[in-house]
């Protein structure tokens, strides 16, 4: 059965491409002369206007979340198992909008763009993004589409932070910020797995210094390694344990074995890795990780994300994973917490899930339901 | 609506702020809402429960009273609801500390303990008491503290709490004069109305 057939998908999708040239002052002080901002979107606009939820990518997301681009099309987009029709964020009643971010390596402006002043790809000259700087480019694509508000904006992981930005910079324009397996800030431990990855690239001869576009070559190696860190700290202890246990891809540990056995496992995050160095850029790649590392949704409000929520004017739905230890459940009550404090409407669950920080890819039956309910209220504009 | 929720809405004032500790399916939230503007919010450790409450467009927040309520600032709400929940946590005295703590004024209601069928199940039948409304054996009960009308207001006075109003609700909807007389025979449910 061919994929868009399927009654609760959205179906066939097209990206668009919306061309932006009023220039984007950068939180690092640079400006971006002019970019591209690849986006999709799933269901109708309403004619109040009042029915769009942006969808913030994570890490090394973009922007097809969901349905499909061909017929043949295997695998929908990373999101699909919570926007469709019938589904959490349900088509036949919102807008949906998901773009790649700025700095991204699937349609938008990024380090693998040509720089219009050089003629040459922008590789590590590109300039430093912060969340910040796409939430303002995110807004520039919510003019460019009529929407003065969002009904919600919504984010797991990466993009939950995205999300809580919105509801700081843009109090005004959003009305319910949905904060899926996300923090405040990293933790030192978080950090530190990003500065793994960093390293694993940049080690690698062929990333050339971040030049490897001009020089014809691909950091793979690298970029497959730090894909495979990455990979480690997004799956719990108990889901490594379930998928693959101790079991053997090849050979054996009986005795008399000269030759080195192979465990699934190894073999599983040799596939992720080389899948994803071939289709995702390595600047990128390094450019996302520091936009993770540098976000710290109180820095500019005195360390207190007390006082820095009470700009928000939106309630707010938090959901976290037991088994998340990337962005732990504990990492969702300082959000809360400091939501109370603020006197703003909030709503959290903690969702028992084996899969770990990719539980909230995952169709869980209660975070479903937890989610599918909030999108009620969303929906009722309440 | 049950109906130690419909005798105390009456204290809650319109538009103010309600903490709601074991919120259930948010039915009563939801009435405080729709007909007094409360700005309310739950908190529920139910799965079911919360999926309710959150359909019912209301703020929700999983969390184990028992595990502490540190998370919420002094005097952050107007008023803290406790309702037939006093009976089943681990440390009663702590959690109504902490309500007072979070609240300017509370709501308490709980079944009462010293009610003539409790006494006559026990006294006579040597068994501890189960009702319609306490339906539970001894083993596989959640009400883990039971305590009557006079052990609470024992508790208000040693605390230096101050009981604003009590009510208490029978097993009719009928108010009699037993009830006022000998509230710790013929109360079913207690309702305290207490502050600071």
């Known amino acids: 059965m061919s994929a868009p057939t399927q009654s609760r998908s959205v179906g066939i999708v097209v990206p668009q491409v919306a061309h932006f040239d009023e220039p984007l002052d950068l939180t690092c002080g640079r400006q971006l002369p002019s970019y591209d901002l690849v986006y999709e979107t799933y269901g109708e606009l309403n004619a109040q206007r009042s029915n769009a939820v942006l969808i913030c990518h994570a890490l090394s997301g973009n922007h097809h979340a969901a349905g499909y681009h061909s017929a043949d099309d295997k695998k929908p987009g990373w999101w699909d198992e919570c926007i469709g029709p019938g589904k959490p964020i349900d088509t036949t009643r919102f807008f949906v909008v998901c773009l790649n971010n700025l700095g991204g390596c699937h349609g938008s402006t990024g380090p693998s763009s040509i720089n219009p002043a ?37 984010g797991g992981s990466l993009g939950g932070m995205q999300a809580m930005r919105w509801s700081l910079e843009f109090p005004q324009r959003i009305r319910h910020c949905i904060v899926i397996a996300a923090a405040l800030k990293l933790s030192a431990q978080n950090l530190a797995f990003n500065e793994v990855a960093r390293q694993a690239i940049e080690s690698d001869p062929d990333y050339a210094s971040g030049h490897y576009q001009e020089q014809n070559t691909v950091p793979a190696r690298g970029l497959a390694l730090a894909r495979m860190i990455g990979h480690i700290t997004y799956l719990s202890d108990d889901a490594m344990a379930n998928k693959f246990g101790r079991d053997l891809r090849s050979g054996s540990l009986g005795r008399g074995e000269t030759a080195n056995a192979e465990f699934q496992v190894q073999s599983y995050l040799r596939y992720q890795g080389s899948q994803f160095s071939g289709h995702f850029d390595a600047n990128t790649y390094i450019l996302m990780t520091r936009a993770l590392d540098y976000f710290d949704l109180a820095l500019e409000y005195d360390n207190d994300p007390v006082a820095a929520f009470r700009h928000a004017r939106c ?5 976290s994973f037991s088994t998340d230890w990337r962005f732990a459940p504990e990492r969702s009550q300082e959000i809360v917490n400091a939501l109370l404090a603020a006197e703003r409407p909030v709503t959290y669950a ?24 909030y999108m009620l209220r969303v929906g009722e504009n309440r | 609506m049950r109906l130690d929720l419909s005798h105390i809405q009456r204290w809650i004032k319109p538009g103010s702020r309600v903490l709601d500790l074991g919120c259930g399916d948010g039915v009563f939230l939801e009435f405080l809402r729709d007909q007094r503007q409360v700005i309310g919010t739950g908190l529920e450790i139910d799965q079911d429960y919360i999926t309710a409450a959150i359909a019912r467009g209301l703020n929700v927040v999983e969390q184990n009273m028992d595990e502490g309520l540190g998370n919420f600032p002094d005097q952050s709400f107007d008023t803290v609801v406790l309702a037939l929940a006093l009976q089943a946590v681990h440390y009663p005295d702590r959690v109504l500390e902490e309500m007072l703590r979070i609240g300017r004024e509370c709501i308490v209601t709980f079944p009462n303990f010293g009610h003539w069928r409790c006494r006559l199940m026990l006294g006579i039948r040597g068994r501890m ?49 037993l009830f006022d007389k000998w509230p710790n025979l013929f109360a079913t449910t207690a309702i305290y109305h207490i502050t600071r």
């Open chain 2, 129 to 177: 008491p189960v009702s319609g409304f306490m339906p539970y054996t001894w083993y596989n009960t959640p009400n883990i503290h039971f305590c009557t009308v006079k052990d609470f207001e024992n508790l208000c006075r040693d605390k230096g709490i101050r009981i604003l109003a009590r009510d208490v609700v029978g097993s009719t909807k009928r108010q009699t004069l």
């Open chain 1, 315 to 319: 309630s707010f739905l938090v959901i």
């Open chain 1, 118 to 154: 050089t003629g040459k790809p922008w590789g590590p000259s590109f300039p430093s993004i912060r969340t910040r700087d796409w939430v303002l480019s995110q807004a520039r694509l919510a003019d460019y589409l009529g929407i003065d508000c969002w009904a919600a904006v919504v």
């Open chain 1, 350 to 373: 903690e969702i028992e899930a084996n899969e770990g920080h990719d539980a909230f890819l995952m169709p869980i039956p209660r975070y479903l339901d937890v989610f599918s309910a």
